[in-house]
C-alpha cells in the first residue's frame, strides 16, 4: 500500500504570543474566545509564578 503525501489546504503556522493580536478578527476566527483562552493560560501560569 502506498500513500500519498499532498499539502495542506489550510496549513498550520507557528507565531509567537508575546505581541500578537488574538482579537485580530481578521486573522483568528472565534469572535475574540483565543484572545479569552490565552489570558485564562496566562493568569493560570501567573499563579504559578510563570510568566508568558
Not at 2 to 23: M, N, Y
Amino acid at each position: 500500500m502506498t500513500i500519498t503525501l499532498v499539502p495542506e489546504k489550510h496549513p498550520l503556522h507557528w507565531i509567537t504570543i508575546i505581541g500578537t493580536d488574538f482579537a485580530d478578527e481578521t486573522k483568528f476566527a472565534g469572535q475574540g474566545n483565543i484572545k479569552h483562552m490565552i489570558e485564562i493560560i496566562r493568569e493560570s501560569k501567573q499563579k504559578e509564578g510563570l510568566v508568558i
